[in-house]
């Protein structure tokens, strides 16, 4: 029941927040209005433009169409591999729930024939700045991602009170900011300075559908410095199987996510690993692996990247394909990938951290001059590691799943005000991504560094207070103890507004959620 309590808390206080903005949070990072992006999925964002720019035929790709291409061969194998694999170890560790497509199910799987129908296709859903992330590589001024949204195309018509055509899964399109030797329109070497500021003037445009279409893909539009030749990689995230609360368990979603880089000498998407995402179960099974990854964590530059958001795990420690439980709460289990890797001094002694190593580590960071920011103890340690993985991100105040479902301009009022295009988290962290935008462009060194996906890092500015991302109704919080020194180092700023109080919903951890003081 509690599951299902902070599921409503998250969507409520999202719905709010979206309804009652003056000025949307996502103003010059984001592109979320339903009707300009209709227009542009009709033009050169829709999926079959940017996969293949050269095809004549201005008609959608369908998805039987897509999965076909040569370069997406690669892809859907990868797809069906995960799928099985998926199937027989439900079989092997719970042999007495029955899994299959249809209601009659305990555990009910995703139809993929609707993945590769010729009745359903991927729509553009939003478009989103990460100009944020340029330090994985200043050279391409971060990425630009197109998100779609798997959707039948043979629905019957929904009318207002109809359910929406569009499936549990999204393909997110990830390009280079800038491309290799991109210039724009008038032969003028782009720059990030230029980007960032096409994008930041965009947030202040007052318009809407076929006349904001036009303008982000005009000549100084965002838009128009992006093309098919900025393509990096795909990332798909595929609710793969749902089971219903019931006397054995409580409700359950599992979702599938895979990442494939865009190979340009073969033109095939490839299968690749997922960043940050620790290979757990290959870590704990291998001892030289696991003494290295140790190792490398631990080393005071690795250790500072991990505190500021900012490290780039090895792929030798990485896995290639995750399925991420949903949800799971607020306390540490074995469904998250990071909690459990810190054990105690007396634990066993395949743990891959003992809690004197990251003591250690804590004072070697100091002695060395590192001023850390989120890891201040083991627990936040052990947090800060689980945020950084695409799972651990992905279970994180998201909604049903997903951190950037999109609007549904396909549904019957696609402008309706209670239309949600993003999670809390994706909301909270849109003033350090406009922050980033701002520096880069006045030229400026971009302070890259970012908090946990539960509280947003502020940044100076008060827009957030109140909301429930920052102290407010809804936002996630760590119980302070009486003594204020026997409080967690790393969440002593996880408070609550006045006349709210943090009501603890993982007594270990202390973390709860900001409702209305009991009287």
């Not at 838009?223 to 019931?246: C, F, V, W, Y």
């Not at 402008?415 to 949600?420: A, E, K, Y």
Request: glycine fraction near 8%; proline fraction near 5%; charge should be neutral.
């Amino acid at each position: 029941m509690r599951f299902f309590v902070t599921i409503l808390v998250l969507l409520c206080s999202a719905l709010t927040a979206r309804a009652g903005q003056g000025a949307a949070l996502e103003r010059g990072t984001a592109i979320t209005d339903p009707l300009s992006l209709r227009e542009l999925d009709g033009g050169r964002f829709g999926l079959s433009r940017v996969i293949l720019p050269m095809r004549s035929s201005s008609m959608p790709l369908t998805n039987s169409q897509l999965f076909a291409l040569p370069s997406m061969a690669p892809v859907r194998k990868a797809l069906d591999d995960e799928y099985d694999r998926y199937v027989l170890g439900h079989k092997a560790n719970l042999p007495n729930e029955t899994i299959g497509v249809g209601t009659s199910f305990d555990f009910q799987l995703f139809d993929r024939t609707l993945l590769y129908s010729r009745d359903s296709r991927f729509v553009l859903a939003g478009i989103v700045n990460r100009m944020d992330r340029a330090y994985l590589s200043e050279a391409n001024c971060g990425e630009i991602r197109l998100i779609y949204r798997l959707t039948r195309t043979s629905a019957p018509e929904t009318g207002d009170n109809g359910a929406s055509p569009r499936l549990p899964m999204t393909l997110n399109v990830v390009l280079k900011a800038r491309g290799d030797g991109a210039i724009d329109g008038s032969g003028v070497k782009i720059t990030c300075s230029e980007i960032a500021r096409r994008w930041l003037v965009s947030g202040d445009w007052p318009l809407t559908g076929v006349e904001l279409a036009e303008k982000l893909t005009s000549k100084d539009g965002p838009l128009d410095l992006i093309g098919p030749n900025n393509i990096d990689r795909i990332e798909t995230n595929l609710q793969i199987a749902h089971a219903p609360k019931s006397p054995a368990r409580d409700f359950r979603t599992d979702y599938l996510l895979k990442v494939f880089n865009y190979n340009a000498q073969s033109g095939t998407f490839e299968e690749a690993p997922l960043e940050n995402q620790i290979d757990r179960e290959r870590i704990f099974a291998d001892e030289t692996l696991r003494r290295d990854f140790k190792a490398w964590l631990l080393d005071v530059r690795h250790f500072s990247e991990l505190d500021r958001g900012t490290i780039l795990i090895p792929e030798k420690f990485l896995a290639r394909g995750v399925i991420a439980a949903t949800p799971v709460g607020f306390a540490t289990s074995n469904l998250q990938p990071a909690f459990g890797l810190v054990q105690g001094d007396g634990a066993a002694a395949d743990s891959v951290f003992k809690e004197s190593d990251v003591v250690a580590a804590l004072k070697k960071a100091a002695d060395a001059g590192v001023s850390l920011q989120n890891i201040r103890s083991l627990a936040g340690f052990e947090r800060r590691l689980n945020d950084m993985t695409c799972s651990g991100c992905h279970q994180t105040r998201g909604i049903g799943g997903f951190h950037f479902p999109g609007v549904d301009w396909m549904a019957a009022k696609p402008s309706n005000s209670t239309v949600v295009p993003a999670s809390p988290h994706f909301f909270g962290d849109q003033i350090r991504r406009r922050d980033i935008l701002v520096s880069t462009r006045g030229g400026a060194r971009p302070d890259f560094s970012r908090g946990f996906s539960s509280r947003p890092q502020l940044r100076g500015s008060t827009e957030l207070a109140g909301t429930e991302y920052e102290d407010g109704w809804g936002a996630l919080c760590y119980q302070q103890k009486p003594n204020a020194k026997d409080n967690d180092k790393s969440f002593r700023s996880w408070t609550c507004a006045e006349g709210l109080a943090c009501q603890v919903v993982d007594k270990d951890s202390r973390m709860g959620m900001c409702f209305v003081r009991d009287r």
